[in-house]
């Protein structure tokens, strides 16, 4: 069966300080992945998707970036983390050609 | 620019009655509908799906409708559960599923 990991589950950092998270996905092959952030109060927003190695889709401008080094593996990053960068992150990925998403566990950032 | 919009940021229900969580739409693209169930500090989980050329999907407890006319889907859970409770996000996606939008969430409290 299929299983998507993240982490860390809790990160405190201070602003200006870099920012890597990391997600990698078991159990299936070339899937599509994607990183989206949850602010309080908000839905969640698509931030980065992927359909292949090194192919990156930024849906928002921002001091975020994503990287995917490996099959199964999603990396968000930040040089410089500002305090407005504070949320619940989450990985998620879906099959080839398949509408449903599955999410990991998620990362909640708190800059400050 | 919010393409999914769920109004009712809370709903509270007794147990044992009708839950209805509403979600409407913009984009005439989108083709497939989702329903995610969220608690607190964890990843969304898949509830329940609709495609376009439906109007009425039933799993179990939980059915969703889709009004393709008025942008419109509803997820009815009948009858609710006290662990039923948590944030229900709407979501939909349009052919090639690289773009998935969600609604920003209903908090669904039932009480015993």
């Known amino acids: 069966s299929q299983t998507i990991h993240q982490w860390p589950a809790t990160l405190v950092q201070p602003v200006g300080s870099p920012l890597s998270l990391e997600c990698t996905v078991e159990?299936?092959?070339?899937?599509?992945l994607y990183w989206y952030r949850q602010a309080a109060g908000r839905g969640l927003q698509l931030l980065f998707y992927?359909?292949?190695?090194?192919?990156i889709s930024s849906e928002v401008p921002q001091n975020l970036s994503a990287s995917r080094p490996q099959d199964r593996q999603f990396i968000l990053s930040s040089k410089k983390l500002l305090l407005s960068d504070s949320g619940f992150y989450l990985c998620?990925?879906?099959?080839?050609?398949?509408?449903?998403?599955?999410f990991g566990p998620g990362t909640r950032l708190l800059v400050l | 620019d919010q393409q999914v919009k769920q109004n009712s940021p809370s709903l509270s229900v007794q147990e044992g009655r009708i839950s209805i969580l509403n979600c409407d739409y913009t984009n005439s693209m989108f083709d497939y509908f989702l329903w995610y169930k969220k608690y607190p500090a964890e990843g969304p989980t898949f509830l329940i799906s609709i495609s376009s050329i439906k109007d009425k999907n039933e799993d179990g407890r939980f059915t969703v409708f889709l009004n393709k006319s008025a942008k419109h889907l509803s997820l009815h859970i009948v009858p609710s559960q006290p662990g039923d409770s948590a944030v229900y996000f709407c979501?939909?996606?349009?052919?090639?599923?690289?773009?998935?939008?969600f609604g920003a969430g209903t908090r669904l409290t039932v009480k015993p």
């Open positions: 992927s359909i292949g190695i090194g192919q």
């Open positions: 979501a939909a996606t349009g052919p090639g599923n690289n773009d998935m939008r």
């Open positions: 998620a990925w879906s099959g080839a050609g398949q509408e449903s998403q599955y």
């Open positions: 159990g299936t092959s070339n899937p599509n």
